[in-house]
């Protein structure tokens, strides 16, 4: 369910979508044919293919989106529209992605045209180093009696964590995207998203991540497998709110099939996560023998 | 060492392209600035990278020789620490720049550089209280300095950056400058002798 303002644009477009000939629903600006091909600067988290922006179906998103990105790919100005948001707009994207409202959509919400590349990268550089500082954290707090055991930086994992959640936060957007985009060439969508609109809600959902990473220090199996169903339910709940709307008119297994490789991919991620970097709590020791005062042994488990 | 060179080029090829006296002083009165922060604007008028080089050489060098034999599991390699000193201050500073701050690109690199000082110090104590012993009471102690030393990092490098940020966004530029001092910190303390 999309909000108040946003449906009577749906509904303009169903208008739209009855005529036939009506293939396309949005206004490209002819200058952004050319950016298709190009690349744009390189930066480890920020490597884009496309910045094709013109599906959107709202006009007032489509005026605002030409305005804003009218600067040629080559210079500064154009980057500097991704990043043009205040303390408080990523705050509240933030919060929006913590406290999803059944029924509101996280796209058209919080971000409404201006997304951002700030809370997607700096969320994920944080969620990489929040996971390695506090798997190492919960590794040493874990072996901390053992008499063999020597404390190491695992500084590795900081390049295979950083890899793999940079991965994830571009590539299965990417992923996402052409397929939205092949399926919209096949049926008439309501609702499309722009490439860049994915990143914004992928990146903003891996935020409560952070947290539950840091939770992930208490060794307790029970506590953690609760922690990540928690995370996973709240950050799934905003990817399959954002989403359902944009495959709910296609052939329903297809939607149900969509939804649920998104929900699994993110699943997989924490689970991943959770094995990798973080060891297994609770582990036994070897058994000490105490004399029994009458003479018995008697051994028991130490954990 | 050219800092005016580019700004002033048909007097270019006169000037001397020793290192001398002069910028060694440039560099040491740098470090004094750093290491009392205020709005000075030396750090920022005449910016250089020697400064950030020595210090980021020493950190790297001093964070080498530590524990595990296998590469796999060890503190970070020479490299490593290298690459994410120079790369997350390129990092922040375009991050800076794409928010809409006014300061140029190597005289925010100079700063960030710069303020790795009081880290570098904190590396140094380290190594000497792991000298004495590796209990509990040297960790305390190390950790101790680690935290005071990226908080007055972190509060030095944001001292001078903060006039040339937009004025809704501070938070924004300031929070990667602190997760970067972070992550020093952390490479600091995690440093265990063999």
Sequence with gaps: ETLGCASEFDDAATLLAANPDATTISIDEPTEAHKKQ????????REEDDELLGTDDSDKTELLAGQKKSAPFWTFEYYQTFFDVDTYQVLDRIKGSVFPVPGRNFVRLYVRSN??????????????????????????????????????PEFRKVSIAATTIYAYAWLVPLALWGFLMWRNSKVMNIVSYSFLEIVCVYGYSLFV????????????????????????????????????????DDNRRIALATMGTIVLLHALLSVGCLAYFF?????????????AHNGTTLITKVK | MRVSCWRSLPTCGLQSTLFQLRDLKAVGKKFVHVMYPKKSSALLR???????????????????????DSKEDGGPQFAEVFVIIWFGAVVITLNSKLLGGTISFFQSLCVLGYCVLPLTVAMLVCRLVLL??????????????????????????????????????????????FLFYFVISWMILTFTPQ
Aim: proline residues 9%; charged residues 10%.
């Design chain 2, 46 to 68: 005449d910016w250089d990278l020697w400064g950030p080089l020595v210090l980021c050489v020493s950190l790297a060098l001093m964070l080498q020789g530590g524990s595990a």
């Design chain 1, 115 to 152: 997304p951002d590349l700030y809370g997607p990268f700096w969320i994920c550089a944080t969620l990489v180093f929040a996971i390695a500082v506090s798997g190492n954290l919960s590794n040493f707090f874990i072996h901390l009696g053992r008499p063999t055991y020597h404390y190491v």
């Design chain 1, 209 to 248: 991540y952070i947290p539950t990473a840091i939770l992930w220090i208490i060794p307790q199996k029970v506590v953690r497998w609760v922690l990540m169903i928690f995370s996973l339910c709240l950050s799934g709940s905003v990817l399959v709110m954002t989403f359902w709307p944009a495959v709910r």
């Design chain 1, 38 to 45: 190009h690349s744009r600067r390189q930066e480890p988290g």
């Design chain 1, 279 to 291: 060891d297994a709590p609770e582990v036994d020791f070897p058994a000490p023998i105490i004399p």
């Design chain 2, 132 to 177: 004495a012993g590796s209990g509990t009471v040297s960790f305390i102690i190390r950790l101790i300095v680690v935290i005071a030393m990226f908080a007055w990092s972190t509060l030095a490098s944001t001292a001078f950056l903060a006039d040339s940020q937009p004025p809704h966004r501070k938070a924004l530029v300031v929070y990667p400058i």
